[in-house]
């Protein structure tokens, strides 16, 4: 008779090098239907070993798929298959082998925040769970520098939650024990140069956690340095995080959006991070900018503020403006970063506006000059591909996108509903929730209420920027995607009737035609006759349509040709009108 263990040995599945290669395959697409059809498949039990090899190149599927970003499987791995945070893979990074690093490492270092916010909201609710990765990157093949490295990194990511972080023991754990390894000399080795952030442990225990937050700062950029030099995104989401703290402080929003510019001048260079992630730190960095614009404002904070520091942040966002607009297909630049920049210049514009009075004249000849090679340069965004001067006629064109971000930022793709699997269970990720308090750990923060918006500001005060723009060169009849003109936008929204006339001095067109065939003059005459339906006409109104001037000759009589089906040989007709004939 067999023995029992025999038995199990002969019942259980062999995992082939097939099966293998098909789920680092599905990992890597991060494909997690096929992922739950090999769970479905193959059951738990083998999903969960297949879930835990290696591959040629020493990599773990979790590894893998941080490697690809795919924040989705990552979850999956985790959350349903119960793959440990703590698996540790080979990884070279700028020619640098590390035989053995932790989830948590690898996705600080590839740039995947989204991904190491959550290993590490895992960790912060696992028991013992820290200690366990202390001892394991201790007792690694890697280099001691490298283990040094890894600690001081993984210390710093806890602190930079220093508001919602439970306690920040977990953070003084990994720097305790890097700086245990920088003191101690192996096989007669000396010890690793010290470094700067602090001097001893017990300094270290008396800083609050602000200060330590700090500390972190300074860590990250040094070891990044080191091991992946040049810009990075972990560290300008550091700065951000630092900048959005200093704005909500009396005195320091001016200081905030100079942290905020090197944030931004820092993501130019970024270039292994396209599209939506460097779009990501950029949207969050603008909308603390603009939320210090508004402190700003509030506070008279011109003093805080000066004119040399206005011009030196509104020229640096017009020409980022033009380094997106001209890098945008390359880049893969977000909508929303554009709309988002725009937004801001608009914010500029009028806070200029309401400081004019109080510049020197040549302050208002600089700011005005800077306003006109923005013009010039007929920077287009959004859906409705709008200009400066539709915005500042339009101004609910501009909407602030950035609250639907963290929703895009933790999003996952849909799967199907396999048999024997419901994914809707415990596959999304809820934040960690501590007897203490709640704790919600993502990098990228936005602080403005869902639904918030600008209220519309006083009608004089739009007026006079419409004129500016106007003298400083803004076409009055620049169309939109869909056709529509300034004063189209105008007479659409039941806008400023002062508005709609200065545009029709400086040359509007109030017969042009939007791609509807609509005219502004139909759009104030419906809106006219709507009104006095209702008993209450209005005067000022009647006088913007009586100021239309009467159509031309080629326009009625190209009306008269088409209404009356008069025929005549399209091809004989000048390629010029056309095109004219056809509108009309």
């Known amino acids: ?68 970003g795919h924040l989705d499987v990552v979850k999956f791995l985790v959350g349903k298959l119960d793959v440990p945070i703590g698996q540790i ?57 490298q283990k040094i490295n890894i600690l001081e990194l993984m210390g710093a990511v806890n602190f930079y939650f220093y508001e919602t972080h439970p306690a920040p023991q977990n953070g003084l754990m990994y720097w305790r024990a890097a700086r245990h390894l920088r003191q101690s000399t192996v096989h007669g080795e000396p010890g690793v140069v010290p470094i700067n952030e602090f001097t001893t442990l017990e300094q270290l225990e008396q800083l609050s956690r602000l200060e330590l937050f700090t500390q972190a700062i300074l860590v990250s950029q040094r070891v990044l340095d080191m091991v992946h030099p040049g810009p990075h995104i972990f560290n300008l989401a550091f700065w951000c995080n630092w900048a959005s703290i200093c704005s909500f402080r009396q005195g320091q929003s001016g200081r905030a959006i100079q942290m905020l510019i090197y944030v931004l001048k820092q993501s130019q260079a970024l270039e292994q991070w396209k599209g939506f992630k460097t ?24 003093e805080e503020f000066p004119f040399p520091n206005f011009m030196t942040t509104f020229n640096f966002a017009s020409q980022y403006m033009s380094y997106l607009q001209e890098n945008r297909q390359q880049r893969k630049i977000d909508q929303s970063t554009l709309l988002g920049l725009a937004s801001l210049i608009v914010q500029f514009i009028f806070w200029a506006s309401e400081l004019m009075p109080q510049w020197s004249d040549q302050e208002r000849k600089l ?63 809820r934040p960690y929730s501590s007897d203490l308090e709640d704790v919600n750990l993502e990098f990228i923060r936005d602080y403005r209420e869902i639904g918030d918006e600008e209220a519309e500001p006083e009608e004089e005060w739009t007026l006079s920027i419409t004129k500016c723009l106007l003298e400083l060169g803004a076409d009055p009849n620049a169309a939109d995607l869909y056709g529509a003109t300034p004063l189209h936008l105008l007479a659409m929204n039941r806008g400023n009737l002062a508005q709609s006339s200065l545009l029709l001095e400086y040359g509007a067109r109030i017969h042009q035609m939007n791609a509807n065939r609509l005219t502004p003059l139909i759009l104030f005459q419906e809106w006219q006759s709507q009104i006095a339906r209702q008993g209450n006409p209005d005067h000022n109104l009647q006088s913007v349509i009586n100021s239309a001037p009467p159509r031309p000759l080629r326009f009625l009589a190209s009306q008269v040709l088409r209404k009356s089906g008069i025929p005549f040989d399209e091809e004989k007709v000048p390629p010029v009108l056309q095109s004219f004939i056809q509108r009309h």
Request: include cysteine.
């Open 367 to 429: 700011f005005k000059h800077s306003l006109s090679l923005f013009i010039a340069k007929h920077h287009r965004w959004g859906k409705a591909n709008q200009n400066l001067l539709h915005t500042v006629c339009h101004l609910k064109s501009i909407e602030h996108t950035f609250a639907g971000i963290n929703e895009l930022f933790d999003s996952e793709s849909d799967s199907g509903s396999e048999r024997g699997y419901d994914e809707t269970d415990e596959t999304t990720y």
């Open 279 to 302: 779009s990501q730190i950029i949207n969050w960095a603008l909308d603390i900018i603009e939320t210090s614009l508004v402190n700003l404002q509030e506070r008279s904070g011109q």
């Open 89 to 145: 893979g080979q990884m070279i990074l700028n020619g640098v082998k590390y035989l053995d690093v932790p989830a948590l490492y690898v996705a600080i270092v590839c740039g995947e925040l989204d991904i190491a916010a959550y290993l590490l909201s895992i960790e912060v609710r696992a028991d013992q769970q820290t200690a366990k990765m202390i001892d394991s990157i201790v007792s690694s093949p890697n280099g001691r520098q």
């Open 1 to 68: 008779m067999e023995s029992r263990a025999n038995v199990e040995m002969l019942s259980r599945k062999i995992i082939t090098y097939a099966e293998c290669e098909a789920f680092f395959q599905a990992v890597t697409r991060g494909s997690r239907e096929d992922l739950i059809r090999t769970l479905n498949t193959h059951g738990p039990a083998v999903t969960t070993e297949l879930s835990k090899s290696y591959n040629e190149q020493g990599q773990t599927p979790l590894l893998v798929a941080i490697l690809q």
